[in-house]
């Protein structure tokens, strides 16, 4: 069993920054890419960034240039640094794990943008 331990959501003003985490816990291993989503109220969830093991990464359209995806694979945890938020990037953020066996989900960080 594994699980997902996610951090760094918060309410921050539109033109600020927030870094959210993804760590991958217990027996998650040969992680092939970790992503992390999105979904506001009333909205399906929608990928957002993504990184695999080899280094390479993949944005949403809407946050290319405002967001960066990293990972740090010696402790299986991700990054997603925010910056330049806006009001539509408000959303419950999700990250997703995808290994050689499994796809795991944690429960997700509430990101707020508001004056």
């Known amino acids: 069993q594994g699980w997902l331990v996610e951090s760094g959501g918060g309410l921050v003003q539109p033109g600020g920054s927030l870094r959210l985490s993804c760590t991958a816990s217990g027996r998650i291993s040969s992680i092939y890419y970790m992503r992390w989503y999105r979904q506001a109220p009333g909205n399906e969830r929608a990928f957002v960034a993504g990184?695999?093991?080899?280094?390479?990464?993949d944005y949403l359209d809407l946050v290319k240039g405002r967001f960066t995806i990293s990972m740090d694979s010696a402790n299986d945890t991700a990054y997603l640094q925010m910056n330049s938020l806006k009001s539509e990037d408000t959303a419950k953020y999700y990250c997703?794990?995808?290994?050689?066996?499994?796809?795991?989900w944690g429960q997700g960080t509430q990101v707020t943008v508001s004056p």
């Open positions: 990184i695999s093991m080899a280094g390479f990464t």
């Open positions: 997703n794990v995808i290994t050689a066996s499994d796809n795991y």
